[in-house]
């Protein structure tokens, strides 16, 4: 499951089948700390495998956006062939 709601807590324990594997995307600032889209306390009791906010899928995201940009300027500047 890839949650992407965009509201703080929404997934919740109820909503997730045992032994899933969740995927929060989400980022939300409640009061002054980070927290996702589900509810990581109660859904990590039951999912097989919840990435953490802050610190789950940020530095991947971060990684590819970085990739992508060196790419980009490669194409722009005609190093077509270094492209991978």
Excluded: F, H, Q, W
Excluded at 43 to 70: C, D, F, H, R
Aim: hydrophobic share 50%.
């Amino acid at each position: 499951m890839v949650v992407a709601i965009g509201k703080a807590k929404a997934v919740t324990a109820g909503m997730v089948k045992p032994g899933a594997v969740v995927i929060d995307v989400g980022i939300n600032r409640v009061g002054d700390k980070l927290v996702g889209d589900v509810d990581y306390d109660e859904v990590s009791k039951i999912a097989s495998a919840t990435t953490p906010v802050p610190g789950g899928v940020g530095p991947l995201t971060i990684a590819m956006l970085m990739k992508n940009t060196i790419k980009s300027a490669r194409i722009k500047s005609g190093l077509t062939a270094l492209v991978g």
